[in-house]
């Protein structure tokens, strides 16, 4: 594991990468760690980008808890900066392959359900995200990207 809060320089790919209990704490301690990293690498907590990478962050993490959870293992949390600085990468890495979810335009869930509204907060707020099969053992990764030249929220 490698852990680097210190503001990335272009040219180097700043990266943070930590296991998590699939427990609704551990969802909470990933976001608040991403939160953290972003704050560090200059994306203040009440800044716009840090606010919405959190939030698809803590919507990935719940997934990963609620559907991807497997007793006993844990879920990965990687968060990246990709193209010089540019782009934030989050991906949420579960062990559980069977249950993916699928990258389309997500339709609104009935009005009485009272889950699957998730992704598509993740596909409103992401500028792209997807599902992959996860590295070096079995499960899946749901990744978000998101542009750091992002203009202001009105």
């Given amino acids: ?46 800044g716009d980008v840090n606010e919405t990478l959190t939030l698809i962050t803590a919507e990935l993490c719940a997934n990963a808890v609620r559907h991807g959870r497997v007793p006993g293992r844990d879920f990965h949390v990687r968060l990246t900066v990709e193209a010089c600085g540019g782009r934030l990468r989050v991906e949420v890495s579960d062990t559980r392959a069977e249950r993916r979810p699928v990258v389309t335009d997500p339709t609104g869930p009935d009005a009485e359900a009272e889950s699957g509204r998730g992704l598509l907060l993740v596909t409103a707020l992401a500028d792209d995200w997807g599902v992959t099969d996860r590295h070096g053992g079995p499960g899946k990764t749901v990744w978000a990207t998101l542009s750091t030249c992002r203009p202001p929220a009105e």
């Fill in 1 to 46: 594991m490698h852990i680097s809060l210190d503001r990335p320089h272009p040219a180097d790919a700043a990266r943070f990468a930590m296991a998590f209990t699939s427990t609704p704490r551990g969802a909470r301690l990933a976001r608040l760690f991403v939160s953290h990293c972003l704050d560090a690498w200059g994306h203040p907590y009440d």
